[in-house]
Every structure is written in structure tokens, then in C-alpha cells.
């Protein structure tokens, strides 16, 4: 069995069927080119359109036969860095021309790249790692496709939040991927009171120097919910700790912030209680050492939900023994 940081270069004779979504080119469209291809397991020929392209978030072998197909085929690769997919292609032998797509030059370079969707080309969409369009650029590029007519082609993969959900041990049933949460406390404490009554598992991304404070903030405002922090996932030092928000909270901040890249999963809202009094009042003394008593009971009223004149009361109570 491989070892889990071991870079494999995939083969076999397995053939696939594409199935796109979209519509065929129309009018005086030139006819969709197709490019010969010749990786084991590869279909014969590759049609022209939009194909987005899953790849591995860790493990290099964690890539389908039918990716590495397609990325040996297309006539170019749109990728968030090529550093990062050049270094996955040259484990593969992939010599396919790359350039850059992402959140800063996309409204430049779509253009571009539509241009040569409907001239016919074949344009493979990738991201740094995973799974495009998910906590990544790619959907207004999905979207013009879709509005021109040019056909979009899915290939599944690597995915870090389905990843995971899936060892976290909490629900699956139902869960909501929220990316990444504001990076200062006040901003990130509302957002997570929008979150609070949400009857499903919540996946959030986060930089491990913010995770201590995150999971503190999420215990704060969601309650000591089960929860999990995956790290390192697919990797050789892949790790899950699982714990309720406080007790990972003050395990994070006690030892650290960990090495590598990390997910954190919390349970769903089952049936939310009010928030204790305590938790209120930790709530308005992050905000008074900061804001105002009249923002500072903005803030916390409107994320906990309690009536102004109730917080207020406190606020002044809080504010009156901080002068002492």
C-alpha cells in the first residue's frame, strides 16, 4: 500500500464516456475541434468546451485517470498559480500550456478565454487544489460558458470539505460549506450568529495562526457544539481531532497553532436554546473594549438576537464595573 505522501503516476487502460452539460455550438460557430489524445485510459478524442477539472488537495496519486486525460488534451490549462499545476502536471508528464485565471485578473482574461471556447477550443479549469468553484474563483467563467451556449464538462475529484465532513463523524444528512469566515473577532462573531440556527453541519476554512480564536468565537456564539478539526487531509500527518467547540478551543490555544491546512466541522443547531447570560456578556465585553455602549449593544443585539433595552441593561452594568 502506498504511503500517504507518496507521488504516484497513474495508468491503466480503463476508457470513459464524457457527459457535458450545455448546448452544442450553433450558427456560424466554428464546427467544436477535437484533439487526439494518447494517455492510457483516455478516450479517443476530446471535444471541444469547458472542462472543470477536480485535482488532488495533498496526495498527488488522488487523481482520476479521466483528469489526467483531459488535462493532457485540452489545448490549455486556467489554474489559480501555475507554480502549484505545474508541479502536478510534471509528476504526469503533462506538458499542456498553462495561465492564470483567479480572483484578481479574471475579468481581464475571461474574455480571453471565452473567445477561444467559441472559436472551438478545449479549456481544462483548475484550481490550486480540490475541487473548482468550491471556496474558489471559476463560477463566472461556468456562467458565461453556460449564457454562450459552450458546452460545461464536470470532472469530480478531491474535494477538502467533503473531505472533511466525511471523517468529522457529525451529520451529513445535511450541511452547508460557509468558506471562510471574516478574519476579525466582531465581524466573525456576527457572521456566525447568521449561522446559529442553521439545522445542518457547518464547514468552514480557516488559517490555522486564526484557528484557536475562530473555534473560541464559534463556542461563543453557537454554544459547546461537537465539532472537528481536520488537518492535513490525504497528507502523511493527516490528523482529526474531534471535541466540542471549547474544549478544542482551548486545546488550539494552549499547544498552538498547528502546522498545514485545516477544515473545521461543527454539528447542526439542535433546536438552539437561547444564549446563556454569560455568553451574552463575554460577547459585550470583546465589543466595549473596542466600540462604544451604544455599537456594542448594536452588534450583540443583533447577533444574539435579545432585545436592545435587555442588552443595553447589561452593557451599562459591564461598562460601570469595567470604570471601578
Do not use: W
Not at 132 to 152: H, N, T
Not at 189 to 203: E, N, P
Amino acid at each position: 500500500m502506498a504511503r500517504k505522501d507518496q507521488n504516484l503516476e497513474s495508468g491503466g487502460s480503463r476508457s470513459y464516456t464524457s457527459r457535458r452539460s450545455g448546448d452544442a455550438p450553433e450558427g456560424n460557430r466554428r464546427a467544436p475541434q477535437r484533439k487526439r489524445i494518447s494517455r492510457p485510459g483516455a478516450a479517443d478524442e476530446l471535444e471541444a468546451g469547458l472542462y472543470v477539472v477536480a485535482t488532488p488537495i495533498g496526495n498527488a496519486s488522488d487523481i482520476t485517470l479521466r483528469a489526467l486525460a483531459v488535462l493532457e488534451g485540452a489545448a490549455v490549462i486556467a489554474c489559480e498559480d501555475t507554480r502549484v499545476t505545474r508541479r502536478l502536471l510534471s509528476l504526469h508528464r503533462i506538458a499542456t500550456p498553462l495561465t492564470t485565471y483567479h480572483d484578481h485578473n479574471a475579468e481581464r482574461v475571461r474574455p480571453a478565454l471565452m473567445k477561444r471556447l467559441k472559436n472551438g477550443d478545449t479549456v481544462a479549469l483548475v484550481s490550486d487544489a480540490g475541487t473548482p468553484l468550491v471556496s474558489d474563483p471559476g463560477y463566472k467563467l461556468v456562467r458565461a460558458c453556460i449564457e454562450a451556449r459552450v458546452p460545461v464538462t464536470t470532472l469530480p475529484g478531491p474535494s477538502a470539505p467533503l473531505a472533511a465532513l466525511v471523517v468529522s463523524g457529525l451529520p451529513t444528512d445535511r450541511f452547508l460549506s460557509v468558506g471562510f469566515l471574516p478574519t476579525r473577532s466582531p465581524a466573525r462573531r456576527t457572521a456566525l450568529a447568521a449561522l446559529r440556527d442553521v439545522s445542518a453541519s457547518l464547514i468552514v476554512m480557516e488559517s490555522t495562526r486564526r484557528l484557536a480564536a475562530t473555534l473560541a468565537d464559534m463556542h461563543v456564539v453557537l454554544g459547546a457544539r461537537p465539532a472537528a478539526v481536520a488537518r492535513e487531509l490525504t497528507k502523511a500527518f493527516e490528523e482529526v481531532r474531534r471535541g466540542t467547540l471549547d474544549t478544542l478551543a482551548r486545546h488550539y490555544h494552549d499547544s498552538g497553532p498547528p502546522k498545514g491546512e485545516v477544515v473545521v466541522v461543527v454539528g447542526p443547531a439542535e433546536d438552539a436554546e437561547r444564549m446563556a447570560d454569560a455568553d451574552v456578556d463575554v460577547l459585550l465585553e470583546a465589543e466595549l473594549g473596542h466600540a462604544s455602549v451604544r455599537d456594542a449593544v448594536a452588534r450583540v443585539a443583533s447577533a444574539t438576537g435579545r432585545r436592545r433595552a435587555e442588552v443595553y441593561a447589561r452593557a451599562l452594568e459591564i461598562d460601570r464595573t469595567r470604570r471601578r
